[in-house]
């Protein structure tokens, strides 16, 4: 089993950053795609960013190009998400997800472990 533990959640006010953090223990799988989602009360979970688990590619929402950036440490099991100018629609809970395979994906079905979440509260 693997575990996914995310922190580094909070209050912060618009234009403001927040760096969470997403470490995997247990039975970790180091070349595997990790991701952050992202769900607000009454939404559908949203992509926010994922990474290659062999080449380290990356790939963003729409929503957030630009302004988040996605990191892996060299062991791999953890990942950073790294928010810069939050605005209050970036306000949800966030989630880290790590999928069976290298190759990230934009949909959250194809992830198959996933961790409690961290709210993420931007205020204007």
């Known amino acids: 089993q693997v575990q996914l533990i995310e922190s580094g959640g909070g209050l912060v006010q618009a234009g403001g950053s927040l760096r969470l953090s997403c470490a995997a223990s247990g039975r970790t799988y180091s070349d595997r795609a990790m991701a952050w989602f992202r769900q607000s009360p009454g939404k559908e979970r949203e992509f926010v960013a994922a990474v290659d688990g062999v080449t380290n590619n990356k790939i963003y929402g729409d929503s957030v190009k630009g302004r988040f950036t996605l990191s892996r440490d060299n062991t791999k099991t953890t990942v950073y998400l790294q928010m810069n100018s939050l605005i209050p629609e970036d306000t949800a809970v966030y989630y880290c997800?790590?999928?069976?395979?290298?190759?990230?994906?934009?949909?959250?079905?194809?992830?198959?472990?996933w961790g409690q979440g961290t709210q993420v509260a931007v205020s204007s």
């Open positions: 997800g790590l999928k069976l395979t290298r190759y990230p994906s934009t949909r959250y079905s194809e992830y198959t472990y």
